[in-house]
């Protein structure tokens, strides 16, 4: 048996920042906003090669709501702005630099409308672009029935788009985001202390990305050629009434993919 001390470290500092601001408005309508800076700092040191990289990222959002008799509104943006930068340093060689920024920005809307005192509708569209290559605009949509108190049954469907992961973006920053469609069945009761959530779901992935190591590298070969179906169900059960002084949870998940990523 051979083995030899390898040293290892650490080091990094993380600062990050939030600052939010709500005002009321007239017409019962009402503005937030907010902002959120992060920076990172990190220096990996193994056997003979060091790794330090830097990430500054901002998040801004702002967005405006309103809750009427039958309809509620939200309408809003955000933009995402972030700047990574990571070298590879051995003693023997020239320094090996790679990274990317990005820029995102987002519109949105959401809105509740209820039909009947037992029924209610929520519609939502979601524009997202990264002032490149890739914009979507993603529609999401769920039905709520009360067939009696304190039950509710929904059925929902949405679109979703994903950009890559900062471990692969940073060696490859030009592959498209990956897509998913949700589709989720849910039944929920409700009283005092007691709790219990049904939901069957089914997503449908697209574009997903593969690379051929075990880990994303400078070399690997990256490809939006992925694909993939999710499928499961989840059984949650929340009870602090049936006996005093006890409160306890039940859940279950089952879940069966078969993704090729």
Known sequence: IYSKEINTSVKSK?????????YY???NWKLEAGLGLGYLDKKLGYYNFNIPSKETSTH?????KKNANRWNWMIGG?????????QFITADSNPFSYGFNRSI???FYEGQYRIFPQLTIDLGLRYTDNLRNQRFLEPRTSIGYNPFKNHLLSLSFGKYHQEPRVDINKFQNDLLWQSA??????????????MLRLEGFFKNYKKLITYN????QYNSIFTNKGYGQVKGIDFFWKDSQSMPNLQYWISYSY??????E
């Open 14 to 22: 993380n600062y990050y920042m939030n600052s939010n601001f709500s």
């Open 25 to 27: 408005l007239p017409s």
């Open 60 to 64: 801004a959002k702002i967005m405006v």
């Open 78 to 86: 955000e933009h995402f702005l972030a700047d990574i930068n990571e």
């Open 105 to 107: 920005i987002g519109l």
């Open 181 to 194: 469609d949700h589709y989720i069945l849910n039944y929920t009761y409700q009283n005092k202390g007691q």
């Open 213 to 216: 190591d075990i880990i994303p």
């Open 255 to 260: 879940t069966d993919a078969k993704k090729l």
